[in-house]
Structures are given as structure tokens and as C-alpha cells.
């Protein structure tokens, strides 16, 4: 029998109160993992007022005392490096190699590089003249809502709990329907590591009913998202009735732009990673490769002679490097994508077809796929496919190749692949995106801020930066002179100094 989590609300592990559940399927084999509650308004409503009744006194705690409970959450985590791994890598499909030694190293760096930077944050004093004195303090927003995608199911909410806790509010966290259940599990170890009842609060159930509902909670002060543009703006809309703000990390169509003197060796390497880690379900993945036409030729043969090699198979194998995608639906919608790529006119250089080997025959996979001479106008350079699925197109001078990147409704990320840094900086600037990387791509650290602009999004993760989501700055103006100092000082007390004006 499928194993059951526990959804986490008020310091305790529970069931739903209909006692509904949802399976979370394999997306390897197509076996049911475990169950998850399915929840409805009703938890959404008791892990918010818990979450509301904890807020006073967990924005009394100090920065060390939240950070000694972050550092053993880090231990835990570390204990259970290689069975959450698994986990992780059963319930989307994310290779093991990914899941043991990037997922389960940032979940646990998460909770110190926070407890690090928390500890480290100050306010301001302002120059207001000599005769007062104004400072600004950095206050908790309350209760914060946190709705996560399945692409990195437990890294995301990491990173969102982690500056949230740290800044003094407490959380109700949303995960994936697909992929929640390393979320649940991470509520046990929030038990286990002493943060009082209320303090992290995680619900499971249907976007569609428990997000909303958590979206529109009255206690709710702010939420932050992570996923598709179209929920975004489903999620801006719902909250812009109680004017309430909304951190959006949202798609991108990232461009990877391969000027003429690009080291080809290593711009291969990148492009590799850049478009298929992840089985490119990753919103800064490289699905738009802009090539110099000196170079497309050279670029093509070895690309799709490197993608070749990628093996594709069972994700709980250490060598397989792509799994399959998150789930059935997912698969269907990216082979729609790849069959009105190839109507569209688009040249199919590699893949196009479901790999039919007996590791993939069960599971929802999907083969690396390349297409050549892309209109950049066309949908497959335009939309995002989020799978191993990414087209090419040829430019002849830099300023085509940032008109071409720019061209586009998203402005996640970009990456330009050249010798010539003073070139690259100049196209860096100009590049309508959060983040643009010389001779790399996907590098994403916390000690960098990451976020985009247009319909990417407009908010920051990581980097001391990301504390500004989850906090207010209050401004305190002290006067120092004893006596107000105002254009009708004196009007009240006899005096008429509005003759002064
Ligand atoms: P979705 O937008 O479908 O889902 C994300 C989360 O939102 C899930 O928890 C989902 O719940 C919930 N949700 C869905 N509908 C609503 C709603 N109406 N109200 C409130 N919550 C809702 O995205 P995916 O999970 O499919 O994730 C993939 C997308 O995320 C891609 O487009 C990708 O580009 C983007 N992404 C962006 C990143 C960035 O940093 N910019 C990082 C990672 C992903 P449920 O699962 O129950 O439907």
C-alpha cells in the first residue's frame, strides 16, 4: 500500500477533514509513490488563523534564535540526504545525480546561507537636519503564502520558507498537486526541530480550490508564487481585490546567444546543460539558441552530436541524465508543442519522437529534440515548452541577436557566448532580462539575485535581496528639539506665524 503524508497546520502532522487524498504518481513507471491529503478551504482557513495567532510572537524571536533552529533543520536534512533524493527523484522524475547532489546540497545550504544573511540585516538612519532624527526599522509582513511548482519541488519552497521565517512571519506553504510530498515531509522535520506550532503551516490540494482560497485568507498579508505566467496572473488578479502584493517568479524563453569568436568547446558544454538539465523543465532553461550565421553550421553538427549522448532512461540510475517529465499531461502537451514545431516548417535536426526503450516504454518521457532555421517568431521560439525540446535560428550582427532576444513576452534570463567581454557587456545591458551570463548558463547561487522582468515576473529570489519580499521597512521620525516645527507652529498657542509664510 502507498505510504500517507500528513499535511503540517498549527504544529501538527494531520489528515484532511474529508480524509480525501491524492496519488502521486511515478512519472517513471506510472506507480503510485504516496498519497497526499486532499485538502479544501477548511485546513486553508485553520493553518492561516494558526499561522496568524503564531505571527506576534515569532517576530519577537530574535534572528539567533530562528537561526539555531535553520541550522538543525540543516543537519536533518543532511541526515536524510539520500532517502529524500529518492523521494524526490520518484515522485517528478528528476534524475538522482540532480536530486542527490544539487536538490538535497541547496535544501540544506538554504536554511544556513539564511540563517547567515537574517542575522545581518539592518536598517537605515536618514538625514533629516539637525533637529530630529529618522531611522528605518525592518518589520515582519505577518502571514505569508507560499505556492510552489513542481520543477524543483522541495529547493523552491526551501527558498521561499527560509527568508520568510527569517524576517519574523510565519508561512502557509502550497506545494505541487504532482510533487508535494518532499514539502510534507519537510513538515515532520519541522516538528522535529522545535518551530513552535504555527510557525510553518503546509496544506496540499488543488491550485484551483486550496490556492485560491489561500490567495484570498484575510490573514494572508502576501504571497509569494513561483510557476506558470497564466496562474500568475490568475493569482495578481484574485489578490488585487484585497490590494494585495504578490512576489511572482513566472516562465521564460531564455535565449542562448553564440556570437562568432565563442570558444566552441565549452559553448557546447553550456548549451548542453542550459537546454536539457532537468529535462528542461527549468524557467531559465536555454530554449532559444541564437547562433552568428558564421558559426550555425559548426554549432548544429556538434550540438546535436552532444545531445546524441545524453542518456535518457530510468531517473534512479546515477548515469541517466534525462528523466522523464513530470507527469502524462505535461508529455502530451510538450509533444503537441514538438508535432506543430515540425508543421510550422522547422527543421527537426534530433529527437521528434517518444524514446521507446524497456526503461522508458512505462513512463512519461520525452526525447532531447532540436529544430533548425526557427522563425523567431514562430511558437516554438516564442512559448515555453518547459522539455528537453529547444529550437535554433541564426543571426548576423549583435544588435539582430538582442532585437531578436528581446522580441519575446518573457525576460527571465539570457546567456551570450563570447571572447570578447567588452562586446558581451555591451549586449548585457541591453538585453531585457534579470539576469544575463557571459560564458554560462543556469548558474544559479544564492548568493546572486534571481528573477525577470515583463511576464517572467517581477520579483527577486536568493541574495540578501530577497529579504525585501518578505519585509516592510517602517520609517520612525524622532524629533529632538522638544517643540514642533511646523508652518502654523505657534498659531495654536497665541501666536500667529502664518504672517511668516
Ligand atoms: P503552475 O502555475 O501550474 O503551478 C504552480 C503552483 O500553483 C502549484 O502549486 C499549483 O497547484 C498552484 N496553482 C495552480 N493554479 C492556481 C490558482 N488558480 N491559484 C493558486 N494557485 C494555483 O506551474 P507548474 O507547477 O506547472 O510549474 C511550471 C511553471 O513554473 C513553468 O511555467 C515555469 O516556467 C515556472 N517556473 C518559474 C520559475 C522562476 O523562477 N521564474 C521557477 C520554476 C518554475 P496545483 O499543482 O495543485 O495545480
Redesign the pocket.
Known amino acids: 500500500m502507498a505510504a500517507e503524508y500528513r499535511v503540517l497546520i498549527n504544529g501538527e502532522l494531520c489528515e484532511s477533514a474529508t480524509r480525501e487524498t491524492m496519488d502521486v504518481i511515478n512519472p517513471a513507471n506510472g506507480r503510485i509513490v504516496g498519497q497526499a491529503p486532499k485538502c479544501t478551504e477548511l485546513e486553508v482557513d485553520r493553518a492561516a488563523e494558526a499561522a496568524w495567532k503564531a505571527a506576534p510572537g515569532w517576530a519577537e524571536t530574535s534572528p539567533t534564535e530562528r537561526a539555531e533552529i535553520f541550522f538543525r533543520m540543516a543537519n536533518l536534512l543532511r541526515k536524510h540526504r539520500q532517502e529524500w533524493a529518492r523521494l524526490e527523484t520518484m515522485q517528478y522524475g528528476g534524475p538522482i545525480f540532480k536530486t542527490l547532489n544539487f536538490d538535497m546540497r541547496f535544501d540544506a545550504e538554504h536554511f544556513e546561507f539564511m540563517a547567515g544573511v537574517g542575522r545581518a540585516v539592518t536598517g537605515a538612519t536618514l538625514p533629516v537636519g539637525p533637529q530630529a532624527m529618522s531611522m528605518t526599522i525592518r518589520q515582519p509582513l505577518g502571514v505569508v503564502g507560499l ?6 519541488p522541495l529547493v ?1 519552497a526551501i527558498s521561499k520558507i527560509t527568508p520568510a521565517l527569517m524576517m519574523g512571519n510565519t508561512a502557509v506553504v ?5 510533487a ?1 510530498l518532499t514539502v510534507l515531509k519537510l513538515g515532520e522535520l519541522a516538528v522535529e526541530a522545535g518551530f513552535p506550532p504555527g510557525v510553518l503551516n503546509i496544506v ?5 480550490s ?3 482560497a ?2 484570498r485568507h484575510p490573514y494572508v498579508s502576501k504571497i509569494n ?8 496572473k ?2 495578481l488578479a ?1 489578490a488585487s481585490a484585497a490590494v494585495k502584493p504578490v512576489a ?5 524563453k531564455n535565449a542562448f546567444i553564440v556570437l562568432p569568436d565563442a570558444d566552441m568547446e565549452p559553448t557546447i558544454e553550456g548549451a548542453i546543460w542550459g537546454g536539457f538539465f532537468n529535462s528542461g ?4 532553461a536555454s530554449s532559444r539558441y541564437l547562433i552568428h550565421e558564421s558559426v550555425y553550421d559548426q554549432f548544429v553538427e556538434k550540438f546535436v552530436a552532444a545531445a546524441r549522448m545524453l542518456r535518457v532512461g530510468d531517473p534512479s540510475n546515477p548515469e541517466t541524465m534525462i528523466g522523464p517529465v ?1 507527469y502524462k499531461g ?1 508529455r502530451d502537451n510538450i509533444e503537441r508543442f514538438v508535432e506543430r514545431a515540425k508543421e510550422s516548417g522547422a527543421r527537426l535536426l534530433l529527437g521528434g519522437e517518444r524514446p521507446n526503450t524497456p526503461e522508458t516504454r512505462d513512463g512519461y518521457f520525452v526525447a532531447p529534440t532540436i529544430f533548425g532555421d526557427c522563425d523567431p517568431k514562430s511558437e516554438l521560439m516564442q512559448e ?1 515548452v ?1 522539455g528537453p525540446v529547444v529550437g535554433l535560428t541564426k543571426f548576423r550582427t549583435p544588435e539582430e541577436a538582442v532585437q531578436i532576444a528581446n522580441d519575446s513576452r518573457f525576460g ?1 534570463c539570457a546567456s551570450i557566448w563570447t571572447r570578447d567581454i567588452r562586446q558581451g557587456l555591451v549586449m548585457a545591458k541591453q538585453l531585457k532580462v534579470g539576469t544575463v551570463w557571459l560564458n554560462q548558463h543556469l548558474s544559479i547561487v544564492f548568493e546572486c539575485p ?3 522582468c515583463k511576464e ?2 517581477h520579483s527577486k ?1 536568493n541574495s540578501i535581496m530577497v529579504l525585501d519580499e518578505y519585509s516592510m521597512m517602517k520609517n520612525v521620525w524622532i524629533d529632538l528639539v522638544g517643540t514642533p516645527s511646523t508652518p502654523w507652529q505657534g498659531r495654536f498657542q497665541g501666536g500667529n506665524r502664518l504672517d511668516a509664510l
Do not use: M, Y
Open positions: 505556492i510552489t511548482p513542481w520543477n524543483f523552491t502550497k506545494p505541487p498537486s504532482c508535494p496540499t490540494g488543488l491550485g484551483s486550496v490556492g485560491e489561500l490567495v508564487f513561483t510557476g506558470d505566467s497564466e496562474t500568475g490568475r493569482i484574485l511572482c517568479e513566472l516562465g521564460g523543465q527549468n524557467c531559465g513530470a505535461h515555453e518547459f527571465l534571481w528573477g525577470g517572467s515576473g529570489e
